[in-house]
T-cell receptor, first 116, second 114 residues
Framework: AQSVTQLDSHVSVSEGTPVLLRCNYS??????LFWYVQHPNKGLQLLLK??????LVKGINGFEAEFKKSETSFHLTKPSAHMSDAAEYFC??????????????FGQGTILTVHP | GAGVSQSPSNKVTEKGKDVELRCDPI?????LYWYRQSLGQGLEFLIY????????KSGLPSDRFSAERTGGSVSTLTIQRTQQEDSAVYLC????????????FGSGTQLSVL
């Protein structure tokens, strides 16, 4: 079984300040972890993914995430927020065994608001 | 087309009616997923098709929900005797192998049950 918990339903930051979106996971198997972003009225877009290579993963638009096995965390960060980063972000775990190998489990989502 | 195509984009129906939602994955993608996003909720897994294997139906919320994937390509999600709690955005996604690789999402079908 696998699960994902996004610790904040809403995060609000000022433009130019750092972004931190928190995610904890549990998985019975070595997981693959992803962050997806959903902008208003648009489809989901992959930001980055971790698949047991480097623990610090760099994604698009300046985002990165660090896989910490000891803390079962995969927090998403960005050094400086832009107005265009305002969206909903989903942390996702994959890797359930057997026939559900490809099954993804999504967190509840974090809405990021960026203030001028 | 170049991406995952879903139709219709919006569907309004009356309680008790049946609805069919269609998903056209990217050509060559063997894995196809259906998800549901209800207002205020995260994405909820419904069903997963991988090649010719038996689908993983563990996420279907009731026996009113069913899905088919014909010829390893187009998929149809059917909801029978719709209820108001079925109102949600239904998202389809596909990937090349289904091993957790990059998913390509459609833009979804907004279902409203009155």
């Amino acid at each position: 079984a696998q699960s994902v918990t996004q610790l904040d339903s809403h995060v609000s930051v000022s433009e130019g300040t750092p972004v931190l979106l928190r995610c904890n996971y549990s998985s019975s198997y070595s997981p693959s972890l992803f962050w997806y972003v959903q902008h208003p009225n648009k489809g989901l877009q992959l930001l980055l993914k971790y698949t047991s290579a480097a623990t610090l993963v760099k994604g698009i638009n300046g985002f990165e995430a660090e896989f910490k096995k000891s803390e079962t965390s995969f927090h998403l960060t960005k050094p400086s927020a832009h107005m265009s980063d305002a969206a909903e972000y989903f942390c996702v775990v994959s890797g359930g065994g057997g026939t559900s190998y490809g099954k993804l489990t999504f967190g509840q989502g974090t809405i990021l608001t960026v203030h001028p | 087309g170049a991406g995952v195509s879903q139709s219709p984009s919006n569907k309004v129906t009356e309680k008790g009616k049946d609805v069919e939602l269609r998903c056209d994955p990217i050509s060559g993608h063997t894995a196809l997923y259906w998800y549901r996003q209800s207002l205020g909720q995260g994405l909820e897994f419904l069903i997963y098709f991988q090649g010719n294997s038996a689908p993983d139906k563990s996420g279907l919320p009731s026996d009113r929900f069913s899905a088919e994937r014909t010829g390893g390509s187009v998929s149809t999600l059917t909801i029978q005797r719709t209820q108001q709690e079925d109102s949600a955005v239904y998202l389809c996604a596909s990937s090349f192998t289904g091993g957790g690789e990059k998913l390509f999402f459609g833009s979804g079908t907004q279902l409203s049950v009155l």
